[in-house]
T-cell receptor
């Protein structure tokens, strides 16, 4: 079955530390992949997207993500966390082939990032 | 920011009453979506529209109906609200279906409480 999993519902880092948020998908065909960020009481904002042009994708606010087909992963990273990065992050997947999820956006459960001074 | 307006932003109502949420866009995008967001579930698709009067069900459509009479407006109706429909509702739009890699853009949400 096609699915997307975010490992860790809460991640806590110190300001200046590396941020790593994990996303894995299950699909026989590599999908389109997206990362969104949600600040409190706001909608979702697109951080970056993978569309098969390049495996390392750079997004806004210094975030980047690397697509690894062998690991079916699309982890989000930022070298140095800032207090303003505190938010909830969602991995979203568009499966290209078959199944009931075809053509729709399937979201992971979200990871809340806390940044400590 | 994509021109998406959701109304109302907050609503409290009682079980059994009808509720309509509105999504208005100024981008002239063909596709519009309604999601609900609940803790531990991420966002789940309720219904979507691929054109005027063209709609389809998502994964959690029971108890909800939608209508789209104009490109810019997509309405979500709870015919008889239940407490399980207490949630935050998001509207999204996209130029094309996501299989074309076009991202969806989201409104700021409607917080609905059903007592």
């Amino acid at each position: 079955a096609q699915s997307v999993t975010q490992l860790g519902s809460h991640v806590s880092v110190s300001e200046g530390a590396l941020v790593l948020l994990r996303c894995n998908y299950s699909s026989s065909v590599p999908p389109y992949l997206f990362w969104y960020v949600q600040y409190p009481n706001q909608g979702l904002q697109l951080l970056l997207k993978y569309t098969s042009a390049a495996t390392l994708v750079k997004g806004i606010n210094g975030f980047e993500a690397e697509f690894k087909k062998s690991e079916t992963s699309f982890h989000l990273t930022k070298p140095s966390a800032h207090m303003s990065d505190a938010a909830e992050y969602f991995c979203a997947v568009s499966f290209k082939a078959g199944g009931t999820s075809y053509g729709k956006l399937t979201f992971g459960q979200g990871t809340i990032l806390t940044v400590h001074p | 920011d994509a021109g998406i307006t959701q109304s109302p932003r907050h609503k409290v109502t009682e079980t059994g009453t009808p509720v309509t949420l509105r999504c208005h866009q100024t981008e002239n995008h063909r596709y519009m979506y309604w999601y609900r967001q609940d803790p531990g579930h991420g966002l789940r698709l309720i219904h979507y529209s691929y054109g005027v009067k063209d709609t389809d069900k998502g994964e959690v459509s029971d108890g909800y109906s939608v209508s789209r009479s104009k490109t810019e407006d997509f309405l979500l109706t709870l015919e008889s609200a239940t407490s399980s429909q207490t949630s935050v509702y998001f509207c999204a739009i996209s130029r094309d279906r996501v299989i074309s890699n076009q991202p969806q853009h989201f409104g700021d949400g409607t917080r609905l409480s059903i007592l």
